[in-house]
């Protein structure tokens, strides 16, 4: 039963959701309406548990005093530190929790993601190498597209900005389309395989 | 000549990749300071954005979905503000809400930028935050059936049935369109996915630019509207709109670090061949 | 006086400096920044979650005495579920635990169904039955164009048969059509990368310093 109930629960759940789209008929809705609101409390309460998780791990860390757990107090400090004050005293603007969220998560997330800028210079310049013909059309093609995007590019040549947005609307929208198309077709069938209980990898072991 | 030739590819080939950042830098930090402010054009997935907007009847209500993070705040941020500005400008009514916990802020920071500060709008009666909302997909089908269900109350803990933007408002066939600002997951393609293909309402997308490629399909098919794609879209959009915002003034700097990136691809390439092609894991 | 607004710059400025010495190599400033950023990041995830789900959908409905007891009764059951997900840190009981998973799960498998069944399947197909012989030239080019290129595309990705032959060649020209969209995706993923990085150096130059006129 450990593994039968909750299999009859996804099917249910599932079958539930595509029977909501093709009956819309009242009593369907206000019970579908009904499941919607249990599952954004359920899907809330996935993600506490995801937090405390990382909580639970790294407070074993520092128990066990292994690698880097210094850094790790000063996670579960931070984690502790905007819990309390979130939860104890809001999160509007003019609150120490909004302070927090805007000058110390703000500009340390921002930061993260430019430094990304700096390594695909260096990818570019260390690892994209024109090996094949394929290779040569993806490079040519990049080059187009990211000299042909920017005002540079149109001051080079007029039409430069016409040729990138052709690029984008025939060669590559064709392909984009079929990627769309196949993974469109992966995701049903692999949705079909959940609901049928054949994909059962979510359930974990006994 | 030759050997000098070869010890300076030698040299390139193995460069220390922190010179790579140095002129990376220097390149972004430059144009800002010293702009030249190239002249661009708009082009049509932008257009149709803001066609889109500029139709809309005054009184309209739509639908704004900030659904990213710090992380994606250059290219969006100019975005949501140029988005407020043209809809506040044409006096529709803004209901505002996010997919993502970080947008919630950034949303309400935007909303006071242009709605109070600049156009002296009123929270409840012009616009509101209805806040972020967890469950992604299943959030996007609730609104569908019943947003004040899904959204009791706003952000500031108003009961939204209470709220007078809100009323008559009940599901997006109260709504004149929905535009989404993107950073990720879920975003434009959740919103084309479960609320677009299924509740046919009109959907208008600005996002980054990575995601921005897989999108064109969907304006090709009118799933979307119209597509702001990353700080270049922004700009777009900002000339249109008629500000002058973080969007346009990156442009130089955009220009210049694409050329640093160009001239890179070719340098290296050149250095790659002449040394005999030789393939060896490097450490970029 | 100085202001919380002056302090909370200088506060973004130090930890902004801090991740980018990452640049020059791994050192304690940037461990320290990082863990600080994902402590902080969980706990502002959890405080949300709170304030914008557990109050306003669950707690204060469950408790206001307006609404009809037969209305809030059902309320229990997504809270009992959500609680059941935390039995995952309990061995003995944690297959409870799977019963929160499997209606997560099930929920977003039929929602995935539908959404990739009706926007990426039969949208994208439909808009794609483009007519190659039109007035302009340019549009029954493109039109030709988009059609060969979905399909030799969508043969490429057909690994049953060896790709050998015509249908060897055929997924040869999807290949083709599938390295511009990639080179495509690298250029505009460069544009990203970069306008990131033009953000973080406007807020440092202009905000902190104030020397970008």
Redesign the interface.
């Known amino acids: 039963m450990?593994?039968e109930?909750?299999?009859i629960?996804?099917?249910?759940?599932?079958?539930?959701?595509?029977a909501s789209?093709f009956v819309p008929h009242y009593r369907v809705?206000n019970i579908?309406?009904?499941?919607?609101?249990?599952?954004?409390?359920?899907?809330?309460?996935?993600?506490?548990?995801g937090?405390?998780?990382?909580?639970?791990i790294n407070f074993h860390i520092i128990q066990r005093k292994d690698r880097?757990w210094a850094?790790?107090i000063?996670?579960?400090?931070?984690?502790?530190?905007?819990?309390l004050?979130?939860?104890g005293w809001?999160?509007?603007?003019g609150t120490v929790?909004?302070?927090?969220?805007?000058?110390?998560?703000?500009?340390?997330?921002?930061?993260?993601?430019?430094?990304?800028?700096?390594?695909?210079?260096?990818?570019?310049?260390?690892?994209?190498?024109?090996?094949t013909w394929?290779?040569a059309?993806?490079?040519?093609?990049?080059?187009?597209?990211?000299?042909g995007?920017?005002?540079?590019?149109?001051?080079i040549w007029k039409s430069f900005?016409d040729l990138t947005?052709?690029?984008?609307?025939?060669?590559?929208?064709?392909?984009?389309?079929?990627?769309?198309?196949?993974?469109?077709?992966g995701?049903?069938s692999?949705?079909?395989k959940?609901?049928t209980g054949l994909e059962r990898t979510?359930?974990?072991g006994e | 000549m030759k050997v000098t030739l070869i010890k300076i590819f030698k040299a390139l080939d193995t460069l220390d990749r922190r010179i790579i950042f140095v002129f990376i830098a220097l390149a972004v930090i430059i144009p800002l300071e010293f702009p030249v402010n190239f002249d661009f054009s708009v082009t049509a997935p932008v257009r149709g954005f803001y066609d889109t907007i500029d139709s809309l009847p005054s009184g309209s209500k739509v639908l704004v979905s900030c659904d990213y993070d710090p992380g994606s705040m250059p290219e969006l941020y100019p975005m949501n503000l140029s988005v407020l500005q043209q809809l506040f400008k044409k006096n529709v009514k803004v209901i505002c809400m996010q997919l993502w916990p970080a947008g919630s802020p950034i949303a309400e920071r935007a909303l006071n930028q242009v709605g109070i500060e600049e156009y002296h709008k009123k929270y409840g009666e012009d616009f509101v935050n209805l806040g972020f909302k967890e469950g992604r997909e299943v959030v996007m089908v609730s609104m569908g059936n019943n947003i004040p269900q899904t959204f009791p109350r706003d952000y500031h803990g108003n009961k939204v049935e209470e709220i007078p933007v809100m009323h008559g408002v009940t599901n997006f066939k109260d709504l004149a369109m929905i535009i989404n600002i993107s950073g990720g997951m879920p975003g434009t393609k959740e919103w084309v996915l479960q609320v677009q293909s299924r509740f046919h309402i009109r959907l208008a997308s600005g996002c980054t630019a990575v995601s921005a490629p897989e999108f064109y399909p969907y304006f090709q098919s009118g799933q979307l509207v119209g597509l702001l794609g990353g700080m270049k879209g922004a700009a777009e959009y900002e000339k249109l709109v008629g500000v002058q915002g973080l969007g346009r003034r990156g442009m130089d700097a955009q220009s210049v670090s694409h050329l640093v990136v160009f001239l890179f691809i070719i340098v290296g390439n050149i250095a790659y061949f002449a040394l005999g092609g030789k393939k060896k894991r490097l450490n970029v | 006086m100085i202001s919380t607004e002056l302090i909370g710059i200088w506060v973004s400025a130090v930890l902004t400096l801090l991740i980018f010495s990452f640049l020059y190599k791994d050192n304690p400033f940037y461990k320290f920044a990082e863990h600080l950023f994902v402590g902080i990041s969980a706990g502002y995830g959890v405080a949300l979650e709170y304030h914008n789900v557990f109050l306003p959908n669950l707690w204060r409905p469950l408790n206001d005495v307006s609404i009809p007891l037969a209305n809030r009764l059902p309320l229990l059951l997504p809270f009992v579920f959500g609680l059941l997900l935390f039995t995952r840190f309990f061995e003995k009981i944690s297959w409870l635990s799977r019963w929160s998973l499997a209606l997560i799960i099930g929920i977003f498998a039929g929602i995935a169904i539908i959404g990739y069944g009706s926007g990426d399947l039969v949208l994208q197909i439909h808009a794609n039955l483009l007519p190659i012989w039109t007035d302009k030239w340019l549009t029954s080019f493109n039109n030709l164009l988009l059609t060969v290129g979905l399909i030799t595309s969508l043969i490429y990705f057909f690994f049953s048969k060896e790709h050998k032959g015509a249908f060897g060649a055929t997924a040869r020209v999807g290949i083709w059509f599938l390295m511009i969209s990639f080179g495509a995706s690298f250029g505009y993923t460069v544009m990203s990368r970069m306008s990131l990085l033009i953000g973080r150096v406007y807020f440092l130059l202009g905000e902190w310093l104030g020397i970008l006129k």
């Open positions: 450990r593994r109930v909750p299999l629960i996804c099917f249910l759940a599932g079958v539930f959701f595509i789209y809705t579908s309406q009904m499941a919607n609101q249990w599952a954004i409390i359920v899907i809330a309460f996935a993600y506490v548990l937090v405390a998780n990382i909580a639970r880097d850094y790790k000063i996670l579960v400090s931070g984690l502790v530190f905007m819990v004050i979130g939860i809001g999160i509007k603007e929790f909004y302070w927090f969220f805007y000058y110390t998560y703000y500009p340390m997330q921002a930061t993260m993601f430019s430094l990304l800028a700096f390594f695909i210079a260096s990818a570019a310049f260390r690892a994209f190498r024109v090996r394929e290779a059309l993806l490079a040519v093609t990049a080059v187009l597209v990211m000299v995007r920017v005002p540079i590019g149109e001051h900005p947005e052709w690029i984008m609307n025939v060669p590559q929208l064709a392909a984009k389309r079929a990627i769309m198309i196949g993974a469109a077709l995701a049903i692999t949705g079909l959940v609901l979510y359930l974990g």
